[in-house]
């Protein structure tokens, strides 16, 4: 059988992250995110694997991976910024934050600048809502976004 | 003794630059050759005064903020650490007005003790709930919490201890204790700012519903979107279980009780308890029929408590000061305290614990002092996104669960988001539906189907085509969508529709009629 390489080593590395969590109750969620951690995605190739390490039909694994807004079915960019959208944030203006950043980075929500720099997400609640408008930029989290904060988030995604 | 400074760790005040904060006062330390520990705590939730930082003086604490990094080099030339004067001082933290008015019962050390030194916890009166708790009988415990009046702070208002009560008499073996973490609601923070904050006293909440009915394991399901949280509870509970709070022989009682912490994946709907239930069995957050209910079926299958964070983490003072200490705050069947939580286009912004019984006007126009950009309020959406939009007409609604049900809105969890006169109130419905829309589960047909029609109808009316029908369509859809959906999600949509097409019809004029009145 031939198999491509660059599978096998994808599923070699899943087949192990389930083993060792396959001992937990309700493992699928922590193993999706553990797979999403170690490649920045979840690739195709991985659904196979983990449907066959939990006794899963392949249709499972990938109802749930699609479920899910975080599960990415392509690695993102450099950078991901999301831009929370929800009221807390509309109320103090989070749809000018987004159409700059937008304009700025020639991109809209879930798209990824054609270098690779930066993916753009919108989010809904950061928890950060007597902070509005907020985003977070690779988990760090960013309040109080005016127009000058805008060009610092644009600075740094771009260097 | 070396002077000991409190710098929050908290994500709010980490947005708004504590940790640059943090970093110039560590180099400025070094530099003038200065020894002192540095605290990071939680926020004491006055966001406006935040990064908001705190120095141990002789005279107590005293408090300087908001800080910019830039500042710190001043700070330290006005001997801050020995409580200086500066422009930015703020004096006896506790005697800051917004501070100084509440009532805090849950979040007591929330931005006081260091979140993860367990000695501080039990100093400030940590553990004696658990440690009381550990010498009764577990229906005593389900008793005394009954008798608080406590109901669940997630939003629907259920009383906890009923709900206790149901999974102690399961004969079941094996019970569960799910704390429901998904705080997806805009306008809410109280679960993060407790998780960052003061995690143990959720640790000790739920260690303390485990002895009640029985149940020898638990799940925090967190949401993704904060990963500080999930941090730090990982970080509490590892503590908490070498410290014996947690394991096989909780505090010498005999009894077991252990906890993990799961992270979801950017669902709102698992916040609806039984799709948290299916995301934590690992399978879609699919929003199950009930009966059976949770207590009875739960979590794989059994027996389970599934509460707020927020009614987890009011058990401990609860069984440390009695019931009746408790319940002696708030209204009507609204009793104890809740932790509002004051968001949007607010100059006041931020966390305020107190009793139930404050008018909505109260609270916008007294504590959180108007909106931040100084316009006149135009509505204030109680509740999340599934909450009503109440206009300034109805700012005498005192914070109650039935007083806010009798004027069609829902307190939900204490969420309060205040808009200004820029608000569109045609948009805010229209998000409203799109939201429902972008975040149904789909198994039930008014919430997968209505949403998306709801978007539709309301942009037609935008348009100006056939004004009176669409309005007609949207109230009949929204009535359908509220008695004929499974949950909350697609049940609750039409309070925030419908309200702003009541109170604010004005916005729901087609598109030319609007310009010409302006």
Known sequence: ?159 | MNPVIYIPGDSGALALGADKVAASIAAELKQRGIEAGIVRNGSRGAYFLEPMVEVETDAGRVAYGPVRASQVKGLFDAGFLSGGVHELALGDPEKIPFIARQTRLTFARCGITDPFSLEAYERHGGLAGLRKAASMAPAEIVAEVTESGLRGRGGAGFPTGIKWKTVLDTGDVRKYIVCNADEGDSGTFADRMIMEGDPFVLVEGMAIAGLATGATKGFIYIRSEYPHAVAAMRRAVEIARRARVLGPDVLGSGRAFDMEVRVGAGAYVCGEETALLDSLEGKRGMVRAKPPLPAHKGLFGRPTVINNVISLASVPIILHKGAAYYKDFGMGRSRGTIPLQIAGNIRHGGLFETAFGLTLGEIVDDIGGGTATGRPVKAVQVGGPLGAYFPRDLFDTPFDYEAFAAKDGLIGHAGIVVFDDSADMLKQARFAMEFCAIESCGKCTPCRIGSTRGVEVLDRLAAGIAPDSQIELVTDLCNTMKLGSLCALGGFTPYPVMSALTHFPEDFKPAPVREAAE
């Open chain 1, 1 to 159: 059988m031939v198999v491509q390489g660059a599978g096998t080593e994808i599923e070699a590395q899943v087949a192990s992250i389930v083993d060792g969590m396959r001992g937990m109750e309700g493992p699928l969620l922590p193993i999706l995110h553990e797979v999403q951690e170690e490649f920045g995605y979840v690739p195709q190739e991985a659904l196979p694997v983990i449907a066959k390490g939990l006794n899963l039909s392949r249709a499972e694994v990938y109802g749930v991976v699609s479920f899910y807004h975080d599960y990415r079915k392509q690695p993102a960019g450099r950078h991901v910024l999301k831009v929370c959208q929800a009221e807390s944030c509309q109320s103090m203006g989070s749809d000018d934050v987004a159409s700059r950043l937008k304009q700025a980075l020639g991109i809209d929500f879930h798209q990824t600048t054609p270098d690779g720099r930066v993916t753009l997400e919108p989010v809904y609640c950061l928890g950060l809502c007597a902070c509005s408008p907020a985003a977070m930029l690779d988990g760090e989290v960013i309040g109080r976004i005016d127009a000058d904060k805008v060009d610092e988030i644009v600075a740094e995604v771009r260097a």
